[in-house]
């Protein structure tokens, strides 16, 4: 077994290999970008070498920076984790002619499966089933449109060079064909820059069905198979092992064709071969055809380790130290089902858009496996793939692994960004998924029903209102309140462009009745733990000037300030008060320097909640009266502007 590695990835998949090398007590080495300087996987190493810019064209895309990293500091082999050089034949060519391991298959065997049309046609001769269609070298339009005419639509072009599902085009008719490849093409070229694509005939109601190969060079097993079809516009979104419906037969003869594809090219490590499955009949021993293999590990993996006991990343440090496969294949078995869900920083409602954040705080339930490359107080940078973890579980049947999935997600507790639990949490309550009724299209179809927003109950409203006031907190504050006559707060909440006034009365330490809108709603705790009308409270976390109630995958709230609105519209508008007692928590105004109005020009920390104070008008700041760390009275002037010669 190697003494070092070298890790050239980042996030979750650099954090899990890093946790199975120290498992085998294998040393590693972390690289990091500029923008992940302060990041776990860093944290997690046993040395880091920055590799440079935030990009992943100035970083992780840096063969010849990161072997040289590697040489540094004595790694003796690379494990690339997955995307980024995971799948870069001329990498893996120049880690061994750096005299290191490359901790995956031969560069030939990634050569071999890198096109997806040389890969279709050495599968064909190898005897492996490929879908119908044309993968041969003539690229000119009319050809294809005449080949597409042939195999009948709808058809499927895809850039040979393709992976994310880009470069790929549905093509229902004839007249359709020739936009759709020009666009195709496009895209191909932006993305892979490689224009060249191929024909496949598209399977009805597909399901994709892939199968975990493990090769040593010489022979390979396979860690049957897991089900992808869970799809948004090609990526996945839930996995799950085994594939619903699997018959022993089927598996057999999918296992048996996916280890063919592997031991045809010699493969060493860990790989997928993919399949496109025709689901419209239930699944059937000639309803298969091969798609493209994944030669590294993949995202998904972990269902597979949750169902066969096997440790994937260890295996690949074994094989590459020198191993033979470590168990063989009749002694691999299928213990219960597990899924696997993606959990990301995403607007849903906004079209799935990628979101970026600092993760004021996070949180994984005890009963699931929780796969994350952050920790609360990270970022999720604009740089790279906005995975905030993958929640994975497991149960002795499917729908126990299932309804463990669904309380996992309800669980999970982000702030700071928005996510997509909310949409995992839909998807595992859809009744046809839960009765394995899964195709590539299931998402798509009912998309409407998965991202409507669920309506925000008062009780929320008045959880996130008395926690954002702090009323919560000084009610066991002894020191807090004294006076214990009923003391009224009222607290404006923001989301999106709606906000709501919400009116608290605290009738005790422990008694609090909130007005939203018309509903009155009862805060009451009793034995340390506060009830909501009666119902154990939902966590809350209070961050800066948003709150979030984690019940129903989290819903956040804007503090809204009306003391920062006070702040700034009062006075002469030369001076920055403070507008209540409290601690000067950061002072960014400097004296001499030009500031707009709405600049923020210092946080003041009272009510344990953050006030930004602004500038009331464009000017100049003639003195800063404060400094981080004073406490200030209410109406402490702390910094002032230069008179302002235009204003009369
Ligand atoms: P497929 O390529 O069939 O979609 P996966 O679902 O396993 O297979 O997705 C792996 C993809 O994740 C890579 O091809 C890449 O686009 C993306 N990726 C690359 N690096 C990272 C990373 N560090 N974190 C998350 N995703 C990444
Ligand atoms: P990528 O490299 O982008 O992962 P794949 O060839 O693996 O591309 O295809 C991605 C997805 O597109 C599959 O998981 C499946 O949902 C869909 N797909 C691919 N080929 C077909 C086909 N012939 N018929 C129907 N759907 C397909
Ligand atoms: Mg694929």
């Known amino acids: 077994m190697f003494d070092k590695i070298l890790i050239a990835n980042r996030g979750e998949i650099a954090c899990r290999v890093m946790e199975t090398a120290r498992k085998l007590g294998v040393k590693t080495v972390a690289v990091y970008s500029d923008a992940d300087a302060a990041t776990k996987h860093v944290a997690c190493a046993d040395e880091a070498v920055h590799i440079g810019g935030s990009t992943p064209a100035e970083s992780y895309l840096k063969g010849d920076v990161i072997i040289q990293a590697a040489q540094q500091t004595g790694a003796q082999a690379i494990h690339p984790g997955y995307g980024f050089l995971s799948e870069n034949p001329e990498f893996v060519d120049a880690v061994e002619a750096a005299g290191l391991v490359f901790i995956g298959p031969s560069a030939d065997a990634i050569r071999a499966m890198g096109l997806k049309d040389a890969a279709k046609a050495l599968m064909h001769e190898a005897g492996v089933p490929v879908v119908p269609g044309y993968h041969g070298p003539n690229q000119d339009a009319a050809f294809l449109r005449q080949k597409a005419d042939e195999i009948g639509y709808p058809v499927l072009i895809k850039a040979v060079a393709g992976g994310g599902g880009k470069g790929m085009r549905l093509v229902e008719a004839s007249e359709e064909f020739s936009d759709a490849l020009a666009s195709a093409q496009n895209e191909a070229t932006t993305a892979f820059g490689n224009a060249d694509v191929l024909i496949e005939k598209y399977i009805q109601q597909p399901r994709h069905i892939e199968v975990q190969v493990f090769g040593d060079g010489k022979s390979a097993v396979h860690l049957f198979e897991r089900d992808c079809s869970l799809q948004r516009r090609h990526q996945k979104v839930i996995e799950e092992a085994p594939a619903p419906d699997m018959t022993e037969e089927i ?92 959990l990301y920083a995403e607007d849903v409602p906004k079209g799935f858009l990628p979101a970026t954040g600092q993760l004021s705080h996070l949180q994984f339930p005890d009963d699931c496996r929780a796969d994350s490359g952050v920790r609360a107080g990270d970022v999720i940078s604009p740089f790279y793939d906005p995975m905030i973890a993958k929640v994975i579980t497991h149960g002795a049947t499917r729908s126990i692994a299932l309804s463990r999935l669904k309380k996992a997600l309800q669980g999970c507790q982000v702030a700071g960004t928005v996510t997509n639990l909310g949409f995992l949490g839909a998807l595992c309550a859809h009744q046809g998924f839960a009765k394995g009724e899964v195709d590539t299209g299931l998402i798509a179809r009912d998309l409407e029903d998965l991202v409507a927003l669920a309506e925000i109950k008062p009780a929320t409203v008045a959880l996130a209102a008395a926690a954002a006031s702090g009323v919560m907190d000084s009610a066991h504050d002894e020191s807090g309140f004294t006076l214990w006559a009923p003391l009224d707060h009222t607290v404006h909440l923001r989301q999106d462009e709606n ?150």
Not at 270 to 281: P, Q
Not at 317 to 339: E, M, W, Y
Request: hydrophobic share 45%; glycine share 10%.
């Open 499 to 648: 906000v709501q006034q919400v009116k608290l009365r605290v009738l005790s330490k422990t008694l609090i009745e909130v007005l939203v809108g018309e509903v009155a709603v009862t805060l009451e705790k009793g034995r340390e733990v506060w009830r909501v009308d009666g119902q154990p409270a939902p966590g809350v976390f209070v961050g800066g000037s948003s709150v979030t109630v984690f019940d129903n995958y989290g819903v956040s709230f804007e503090i809204v300030d009306l003391l920062d609105q006070a702040a700034s519209a009062g006075g002469d508008g030369n001076l920055i008060e403070a507008p209540m007692p409290g601690l000067v928590k950061a002072v960014f105004a400097k004296a001499g320097q030009k500031v707009k109005a709405g600049d923020r020009l210092a946080i003041l920390e009272a009510m344990k909640m953050e006030h930004a104070l602004l500038a009331a008008r464009d000017g100049v700041v003639a003195e800063v009266l404060s400094q981080a760390g004073d406490q200030v009275e209410a109406g402490a002037a702390l910094i002032c502007l230069e008179n302002d010669e235009s204003a009369q």
């Open 251 to 342: 598996r057999a003869v999918m296992g048996q064709a996916a280890v063919r594809a592997a031991e045809t090219i010699g493969y060493k490590g860990a790989g997928t071969v993919e399949f496109i499955v025709d689901g419209s009949d239930g699944l059937r021993p000639d309803g298969f055809w091969f798609m493209e293999m994944n030669t590294r590990l993949q995202v998904e993996h972990p269902v597979t380790e949750a169902i066969t006991g096997v440790d994937l990343v260890e295996w690949q440090l074994r094989v590459a130290a020198g191993d033979s496969i470590p168990i063989a294949q009749d002694a691999l078995t299928i213990t219960g089902h597990s899924f696997e869900a993606r």
